[in-house]
């Protein structure tokens, strides 16, 4: 009978293992079923990674190990700040000169100008100055056509002439013709006072009559009249007669309009008044002029003065003899000095100014008529003063003002008393500080110690940072600050002083 059965394979030949049917999903490692091998025999599921004890342990550790590593890393980043207080660029108190101006702008002028014109109507001739010419004094500046002045001159001489002859024939001729009249009418007179008495003696005596008498007496009157009459005339040719003081009169008189001729005639001739600079020219040749008008404008040498525009809230701080450096906007290297001399009295109302002048004693050459000039007028100074940032002072504007100090680790508060103020520096007065009843935020009473150079106070800026509070200083930034602070021996400013 046939065998129908299969051979077996033979005993060395192994059986071929079948692969586990792997599912394309990722194993869960709950619900992985057990892998069945060629023989049939179950083994377990291999283990995952999160399912294994070692790895949960080494998990655990890794975990504490990286919270550590955080909380250290925190710790060091931000433990200094929680432990040492922040860092803070501080600002350094400084002890040196305080000088406290206030900055004005204004121009250049003279004390005053001199308007030049004419004192008679004419027509120009010649200008020979122009506009910005230095001119001295008795420099001819214009010329006016001067026929007719000259032929009025040459008549006022010739009657002036003519009356000096006058009074030398008076006192030549006519004084001594009256004076030998006068001799003649006395022996007329005297001839015929005696031909009267005979003729009175022959009437007596019966040898001529009345008639022959009265011819006498006639003649004895008229003689007297014309005696009279010659010494009247004598004396008024002497030097207190009228002839004679007529004489002098016409003379006067002539003579007066001889120099109201040359005076006239000067008036054609315009010169400067004083050595100085022609700031304006208004006129040319051929212009006919007439007085009143301003022909030319004057500025003289000598004194120069600074007129300036002063804010009316400064005007507390201003009184005569004060010091002050100024320059030409034009040469702003070239600095001068000058001297406070007036204060207006009135106040600008439209722009709340007061004008004050300074002079200037010494003008530098390249100072011009009305120029821009800028003027810094010191009103305070002070040496060796404890000198404070601004920036540092806390209610600047108030009564109680107080800066937070660096003491140790922690900031203090200490209360100021301020003096003169600069825009960047405050000078702190001895007097009695931390008397206010504040607490810093640890309970502790405000620093009693003054302050001093060298001491570092906290910006005003740094709003984080209040009494009582740890801090550290920012080493590098802190000392350009002192620098810059100690690099400026004097302080100006053009606001206003704090109130004492």
Do not use: C
Not at 109 to 116: F, I, L, M, Y
Not at 215 to 231: C, F, G, K, N
Not at 389 to 409: I, S
Not at 448 to 465: M, N, R
């Amino acid at each position: 009978m046939p065998d129908n059965s299969t051979p077996a394979a033979p005993a060395s030949t192994p059986a071929t293992p079948v692969a586990p049917a792997v599912s394309a999903a990722p194993a869960n490692p709950t619900t992985n079923p057990p892998i069945t091998t060629a023989t049939g025999a179950a083994t377990p599921p291999p283990l995952h990674p999160d399912q294994h004890p070692r790895w949960h342990w080494l998990l655990a550790r890794s975990g504490h190990i990286g919270t550590g590593v955080v909380v250290l890393a925190a710790a060091a980043w931000f433990g200094p700040d929680l432990v040492l207080g922040p860092r803070v660029e501080l600002l350094s108190v400084r002890q040196g000169d305080l000088v406290q101006t206030v900055v004005a702008s204004g121009r250049v002028a003279a004390p005053h100008r001199v308007s030049v014109g004419v004192q008679i109507t004419g027509t120009v001739a010649d200008v020979p100055v122009q506009e910005g010419q230095t001119v001295a004094s008795g420099d001819v500046l214009i010329r006016l056509n001067d026929t007719e002045l000259q032929a009025t001159l040459l008549q006022a001489r010739l009657n002036s002439a003519q009356a000096d002859a006058r009074l030398r024939s008076l006192q030549a001729l006519q004084a001594p013709l009256a004076a030998q009249a006068v001799l003649q009418a006395s022996a007329t007179h005297t001839q015929m006072q005696r031909t009267l008495l005979r003729s009175r003696e022959l009437v007596a005596q019966g040898f001529i009559g009345q008639a022959a008498l009265d011819d006498s007496l006639r003649a004895e009157r008229v003689a007297a009249a014309q005696l009279d009459i010659t010494q009247r005339q004598w004396a008024s040719a002497l030097p207190a007669g009228t002839d004679h003081q007529l004489a002098l009169t016409t003379l006067a008189l002539a003579r007066a309009g001889d120099d109201a001729a040359r005076a006239r005639l000067a008036y054609a001739v315009v010169r400067a008044p004083a050595s100085g600079v022609l700031i304006a020219r208004a006129v040319e040749p051929g212009d006919v002029v007439q007085p009143g008008k301003v022909l030319m404008l004057l500025s003289p040498a000598g004194s120069t003065e600074l007129v300036v525009q002063i804010d009316e809230r400064n005007l507390r701080l201003m009184r005569t003899g004060l010091t002050a450096l100024a320059s030409a906007d034009a040469y702003p290297n070239e600095r001068f000095d000058a001297r406070l001399v007036f204060i207006n009295p009135g106040v600008d109302a439209e722009r709340g100014a007061v004008e004050v002048k300074l002079a200037v004693p010494r003008p530098p050459p390249t100072l011009a008529q009305d120029m821009t000039v800028s003027v810094d007028i010191e009103v305070a100074r002070r040496t060796n003063a404890v000198l404070i940032p601004t920036a540092a002072v806390h209610g600047a504007d108030t009564a109680t003002p107080w800066v937070l100090r660096l003491e140790g680790r922690h900031a203090r508060r200490v209360a100021v008393v301020p003096g003169l103020r600069s825009g960047s520096q405050l000078q702190a007065l001895p007097g009695p500080v931390g008397s206010n009843d504040s607490k810093d935020s640890n309970n502790n009473s405000s620093s009693a110690a003054p302050l001093k150079a060298g001491d570092q106070l906290v910006p005003v800026a740094t709003a984080s940072i209040v009494a009582g509070q740890r801090l550290r200083a920012a080493g590098p930034a802190s000392a350009a600050s002192s620098a810059a602070s100690a690099a400026s021996a004097v302080v100006k400013t053009p606001t206003q002083p704090a109130a004492p």
